[in-house]
């Protein structure tokens, strides 16, 4: 066989040359779609339907007081709280028990990067590097590798809560749950078919809309899409910040969710952003060394991590201007002991922030420029911008009509985010190209929203009997 310039090339060279560590080998051997298919007979996609509560599950207060160990014990009173609102809320809250549940539900052992929290709150829109908005997954604390299945499950027994608390009928909640599954099959056969390099980018956001029949969306997206161009660094330091005498500028206290800290805290966080700069491209160092700290505030974040340690930092432009990161205390996943449970193993962890930052690349089509992760008085931390204009849509506060149009844009997005991780041929043959799956993942979903209502009443109830400490409305 003859090549460039008539040098001799041996028969079979690409056949020799493919088999480097991490490249796929040639010729291929075997099909994912085909290994896919032959999961079905040892696990039936009807059997995604079973939900039966473990006898030896912790009830709802005991799984909440759990949940605050390590935490600030201060704010655990507004964890519960939140959790107590609603059912929908005390989902949002109980990433671990349900861990626990979906550590005995039937599963298919394909592995995936998983978001770990993939309720229906936690999709939303951010700014990329050129100003333009994202849509996707929009919260990783939780991230490990574990069973497609556990996410998608989360997401489809969010969206029945968050349908009933929004009015929906029981018809509409179950229709919303199947059209998320049926839209993260459909999606997952999609990027399937593809060229692998056309796959990883697909279904770019001004196409969502119309891939998952998403169009009476449309005036709720462009709502949230204006709040969050306005949703900025600047935006938050004039709210929340005063002048200084030097020409400065501070935080101002807004207790209970922004207070000003004590001087060593404050330059223990400051000091740990060398640490960070080191875990960031060296492109982007220029960025950051044209800002300098100006103050350090303790800000209380979202239901889930309530009680957890979390930072924003004041950074000024030579004009300025704001530029403010948040450094956020980054636990470990809640997902891992169920993960060894169900028989899954999860390598160690070094640094939980370096896990978070990490795991979120991996799922997303575009991340924050500045993400990366840092330690502060010996504990894990991530770092990212703060009000990067970030918006979402509270699927809560949905018209009843729009919660299955939210549901099919979720779950395309969810297979999108799963099929950087794992091969989406493989997800794909398994779940075929009928309806079986989207019926089992919508029977349990209201399985699983019934047991979550029966778990906010039992948390309701310890809080009326002062078993659980509750500060409500905040």
């Keep these: ?277 080191d875990t960031l491209s060296e492109d982007r160092l220029p960025l950051l060394a044209r800002h300098a700290v100006h103050d350090v505030a303790f800000r209380v974040v979202g239901t889930g991590s309530v009680g957890t340690r979390s930072y924003v930092v004041l950074l000024l432009d030579h004009r300025g201007e704001p530029l403010v990161l948040q450094v956020k205390e980054a636990r470990p996943s809640v997902l891992v002991p169920h993960l060894a449970t169900a028989g899954f193993e999860t390598p160690a962890v070094a640094h939980e922030g370096r896990r978070v930052v990490l795991g979120q690349k991996r799922m997303q089509v575009v991340s924050d420029i500045l993400l990366g992760w840092t330690t502060v008085a010996g504990r894990p931390f991530q770092v990212r911008q703060f009000r990067n204009r970030k918006g979402s849509v509270d699927p809560a506060a949905l018209a009843a009509d729009q919660i299955d149009d939210y549901g099919r844009m979720t779950g395309a997005l969810l297979a999108r985010a799963h099929s950087h991780s794992v091969d989406p041929r493989l997800i794909a043959g398994y779940c075929g190209k009928n309806e079986e799956l989207d019926d089992a993942l919508a029977d349990f979903a209201v399985a699983y929203a019934d047991r979550t209502e029966a778990d906010h009443a039992a948390l309701v109830a310890g809080v009326r009997a002062g078993r659980v400490a509750a500060e409500l409305g905040v």
């Design 1 to 277: 066989m003859t090549g460039v310039d008539g040098v001799e090339v041996p028969a079979g060279r690409a056949r020799r040359l493919a088999r480097v560590p991490g490249l796929a080998e040639f010729p291929a051997t075997g099909s994912p779609k085909d290994e896919g298919k032959a999961l079905r007979k040892a696990l039936p996609r009807s059997a995604h339907a079973s939900f039966d509560v473990d006898g030896s599950r912790p009830d709802a207060v005991t799984a909440v007081e759990e949940s605050h160990r390590g935490r600030i014990p201060e704010l655990t009173p507004i964890r519960a709280g939140r959790m107590a609102a609603t059912p929908f809320a005390f989902l949002r809250g109980s990433a671990g028990l349900m861990a626990y549940d979906l550590a005995r539900t039937p599963m298919t052992r394909i592995r995936a990067q998983l978001c770990g929290d993939a309720h229906a709150a936690n999709f939303g829109l951010y700014g990329d590097a050129r100003g333009g908005l994202v849509m996707d997954l929009n919260d990783f604390d939780e991230t490990v590798e574990g069973p497609w299945e556990w996410d998608l499950k989360r997401l489809t027994a969010s969206l029945v809560l968050a349908g009933r608390e929004a009015g929906a009928d029981e018809d509409r909640c179950h229709k919303a749950a199947r059209d998320a599954a049926g839209a993260y099959r459909r999606t997952m056969r999609l990027l399937a078919k593809l060229p692998v390099l056309d796959a990883w980018n697909a279904i770019a956001d001004e196409e969502l809309v119309s891939h998952t029949d998403a169009h009476d969306l449309l005036g709720t997206l462009e709502r949230v899409s204006e709040k969050a161009r306005a949703n900025t660094s600047g935006r938050f330091a004039a709210k929340s910040t005063e002048p200084t005498e030097d020409g400065g500028r501070r935080f101002v206290d807004a207790q209970p969710v922004l207070r000003r800290v004590a001087d060593a805290e404050a330059e223990a966080v400051t000091a740990s952003l060398a640490a960070y700069l």
